[in-house]
């Protein structure tokens, strides 16, 4: 049983690679999972693992900041994918501050790319190598989905607003 649940997983994330993101941009180094228990922001969560609190910052995206335009909606769109689910996160990388950077999924679910695709997040331009969010990212603007319905002087990317402050 656990090795059927090992191929499973295996079989998932490949089939997930290869048919959203690409699999030859990708160095993952790690896969954690665990139930989020908090959703910090519109790109932060914490998960429990193993009885221990580790946060995750979705890789290659960039959510509206406290007090910006839309970051409510932005947050609120990751609780509902996420609150209190199990996830798996393939790590991609660990920031400044320790914390884990990387792909969500719920099941087969690429919350990454979700959020991108329904307009709750930005492209994080420095550090994306997705072709397959730029895609999204595209589709959104030209559908005025999320973020793209706001008037285009409340459009300011999280690191640029970041800057300011």
Same mark, same amino acid.
């Given at each position: 049983?656990?090795?059927?649940?090992?191929?499973?997983?295996?079989?998932?994330?490949?089939?997930?690679?290869?048919?959203?993101?690409?699999?030859?941009?990708?160095? *993952?180094?790690?896969?954690?999972? =665990? /139930?989020?228990?908090?959703? %910090?922001?519109? &790109?932060? $969560?914490?998960?429990?693992? @193993?009885?221990?609190?580790?946060?995750?910052?979705?890789?290659?995206?960039?959510?509206?900041?406290?007090?910006?335009?839309?970051?409510?909606?932005?947050?609120?769109?990751?609780?509902?994918?996420?609150?209190?689910?199990?996830?798996?996160?393939?790590? *991609?990388?660990?920031?400044?501050? =320790? /914390?884990?950077?990387?792909? %969500?999924?719920? &099941?087969? $679910?690429?919350?990454?790319? @979700?959020?991108?695709?329904?307009?709750?997040?930005?492209?994080?331009?420095?550090?994306?190598?997705?072709?397959?969010?730029?895609?999204?990212?595209?589709?959104?603007?030209?559908?005025?989905?999320?973020?793209?319905?706001?008037?285009?002087?409340?459009?300011?990317?999280?690191?640029?607003?970041?800057?300011?402050?």
């Amino acid at each position: 049983m656990y090795q059927i649940s090992i191929l499973k997983r295996v079989i998932l994330l490949l089939v997930l690679c290869f048919s959203l993101i690409g699999c030859e941009n990708f160095n *993952f180094s790690a896969t954690h999972e =665990g /139930r989020v228990i908090k959703v %910090v922001d519109g &790109d932060t $969560l914490k998960i429990l693992q @193993q009885n221990k609190e580790v946060t995750i910052r979705l890789a290659e995206i960039d959510a509206p900041e406290y007090n910006q335009p839309f970051w409510k909606q932005s947050k609120q769109a990751l609780e509902r994918y996420v609150a209190d689910k199990q996830v798996t996160v393939e790590e *991609f990388d660990r920031d400044q501050y =320790g /914390r884990i950077v990387g792909h %969500v999924y719920l &099941d087969d $679910l690429w919350v990454n790319g @979700q959020l991108v695709q329904q307009g709750y997040s930005y492209v994080y331009e420095r550090y994306a190598v997705s072709k397959k969010l730029f895609e999204y990212q595209s589709d959104a603007m030209k559908n005025q989905r999320g973020i793209w319905k706001l008037p285009a002087n409340e459009r300011v990317k999280p690191w640029e607003w970041r800057k300011k402050k």
